[in-house]
């Protein structure tokens, strides 16, 4: 099964038989059980490899990239996500909802904390230390001067984990912009979870404001 922009191997960076958390591991395998059509297996990036834009997200979820393969696709969170990207010139459409469904990022490459679903959408720090080289890697394919959009307090502490600095130096807040000590310039958000748009912590309008902040950061 191939996407567009983003390979679902079940080999290499996001491997299948990748066995570092047993928790996520056990979880992977009850899914399996129970819906063995659904990708189940440590979900890949997405996007433009050369981009200058990296979108950072928690983990995929249950019935969301868990399923399909590809972050953010098939969850509500996943909808915001996406049109805030094609509002923001970063995609070629809105919908966003089947890895076979079209959809090509320009410039914009979307990844994980923690590539493999975690119960209860929570995973735990072992499980973030765990995934944190495959986030290393990606760091390191989107250089300086390049923008990181960090969905949520989790990703943002990833990020910076990844690139060895202190979370104390660069605090998290919804719309906070901090330039890194590399160039790099990381912007963060709140999750554009279910939750955080249902309670209003987060609103459209803040996640499209946040998008373009990220957006205008960007070299022309
Ligand atoms: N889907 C993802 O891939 N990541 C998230 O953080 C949420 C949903």
Redesign the pocket.
């Known amino acids: 099964m191939e996407h567009a922009q983003g390979t679902l191997m079940k080999s290499g960076l996001g491997s299948t038989e990748c066995s570092q958390c047993p928790r996520l591991v056990a979880l992977r395998q009850a899914v399996r059980d129970r819906y063995p059509d659904y990708f189940a297996s440590p ?1 890949p990036s997405f996007g433009d490899p050369e981009a200058d834009f990296l979108v950072v ?5 249950m019935h ?2 868990n399923r399909t393969g590809r ?3 098939g ?1 509500h ?2 909808i915001l996500l996406y049109e805030a990207l094609y509002q923001s010139g970063f995609s070629n459409q809105e919908k966003a909802d089947d890895p076979g469904d079209g959809l090509r990022l320009s410039n914009c490459r ?1 990844t ?2 923690v590539r493999c679903l975690p119960p209860e ?1 929570k995973p735990e720090l072992s499980e973030i230390r765990a995934c944190n080289s495959l986030l290393s890697r990606e760091l390191s394919m989107t250089p300086a001067p390049s923008v990181i959009l960090a ?2 307090r989790v ?1 943002h502490q990833a990020v910076l984990m990844a690139l060895g600095l202190q979370a104390a130096h660069f605090s998290f807040a919804h719309g906070a912009l901090h330039e890194l000590p590399d160039g790099k310039i990381l912007v963060s958000s709140y ?1 554009c ?1 279910r939750y955080n748009t249902q309670t209003r912590r987060l609103t459209r309008e803040m996640f499209l404001d946040v998008m373009q902040k990220a957006r205008s950061c960007l070299r022309p």
Not at 57 to 61: D, E, K, R, S, T
């Open positions: 979900v997200g928690l983990a995929p979820g969301g990239a972050p953010f696709t969850d969170a996943g979307i994980n904390a959408n969905l949520g990703a999750h979870s």
